[in-house]
């Protein structure tokens, strides 16, 4: 009669709601990926403050940055 639940994931009581653990993993990526991006957006403030950077040079920096964001944002686990 349970043995449909039993097979989703093994060890695991079906009646359990999920964990601490399991919100806390999501926070911590929520968080790495928080830290990434914020360092993204100081690497790309720290270019822009940089003297003679070339409006062309400042292009594709930000191209790049939102390359980089975008892999961030939908990279899979």
């Known amino acids: 009669m349970f043995s449909d ?7 695991a009581s079906p009646w359990a709601t999920p964990g601490r653990a399991a919100i806390t993993a999501a926070s911590l990526e929520d968080d790495e990926t928080s830290a990434v991006l914020e360092a993204i957006d100081d690497a790309a ?9 070339s409006p062309a040079d400042m292009d594709d920096f ?4 939102r390359q980089l964001r975008r892999i961030v944002l939908t990279r899979t686990n």
């Open 45 to 53: 403030a720290g270019f822009a403050a940089l003297s003679g950077v």
């Open 62 to 65: 930000e191209r790049g940055v």
């Open 5 to 11: 639940m039993l097979s989703e994931e093994p060890g």
